[in-house]
Structures are given as structure tokens and as C-alpha cells.
């Protein structure tokens, strides 16, 4: 075994054995994940899936538009973006989709 094997944190949620650099990630907040189920993260980009109607804004954003570098908000749906002319916009992850490859 290697060295500091014994420093293993017990997840009681899964019944898992954690590092504490795993144990850290799990508890910094909740699990956000787009429509397919890929899971998001700060600085991620992503497309919308559908037309939205942006309130207050008087904007429609349309469907494929990209949104580079969201922020998590700690709540399991809601995601924090920039976009041309709309400040403070936050969007529902149900309704985008992680960019894979080279954002």
C-alpha cells in the first residue's frame, strides 16, 4: 500500500471509501447537470437546447446558441451565464448542453 492509505474519509450517502481530494469535490456542492445528464462545471460552455424567452430583456435566445464560461450557483438547476446585452442572466440546466471537445 502506499504511503497515507489510511487517510480515507467514509461517504454514508454512497457507503464509499473517499480520498479526501474526492470527499472535498463531493461536498462542495451540488451535483449540476445538463439535459443529457453530462455534469457541469464552473468555465464549462454550453448550447441551448430550445428558444428561450429571456424576461426583463425583451430577447429571445434561440436554440444552438453558445454560452461560454458559466458559474455554478449552488443550486442544482440554476446556472449563472454572460451573454451580449443580458446582464445577470441565469438559466435552467434542463435546458442546456455541455460543449465536449475544444469549447
Same mark, same amino acid.
Given at each position: 500500500?502506499?504511503?497515507?492509505?489510511?487517510?480515507?474519509?467514509?461517504?454514508?450517502?454512497? =457507503?464509499?471509501? *473517499?480520498?479526501?481530494? #474526492? @470527499?472535498?469535490?463531493?461536498?462542495?456542492?451540488?451535483? !449540476?447537470?445538463? &439535459?443529457? =445528464?453530462?455534469? *457541469?462545471?464552473?468555465? #464549462? @460552455?454550453?448550447?441551448?437546447?430550445?428558444?428561450?424567452? !429571456?424576461?426583463? &430583456?425583451?430577447?429571445?435566445?434561440?436554440?444552438?446558441?453558445?454560452?461560454?464560461?458559466?458559474?455554478?450557483?449552488?443550486?442544482?438547476?440554476?446556472?449563472?451565464?454572460?451573454?451580449?446585452?443580458?446582464?445577470?442572466?441565469?438559466?435552467?440546466?434542463?435546458?442546456?448542453?455541455?460543449?465536449?471537445?475544444?469549447?
Amino acid at each position: 500500500m502506499s504511503e497515507g492509505a489510511g487517510e480515507y474519509i467514509y461517504d454514508e450517502d454512497s =457507503g464509499e471509501w *473517499l480520498s479526501p481530494e #474526492d @470527499a472535498a469535490a463531493r461536498t462542495s456542492g451540488p451535483e !449540476v447537470v445538463d &439535459a443529457v =445528464g453530462n455534469i *457541469l462545471a464552473d468555465g #464549462d @460552455a454550453v448550447t441551448l437546447i430550445k428558444d428561450l424567452k !429571456v424576461k426583463g &430583456a425583451g430577447q429571445t435566445l434561440k436554440r444552438g446558441t453558445l454560452i461560454k464560461s458559466i458559474r455554478l450557483t449552488g443550486d442544482a438547476q440554476e446556472i449563472d451565464c454572460r451573454h451580449e446585452g443580458i446582464k445577470g442572466l441565469v438559466l435552467r440546466a434542463e435546458f442546456v448542453k455541455k460543449r465536449s471537445g475544444g469549447q
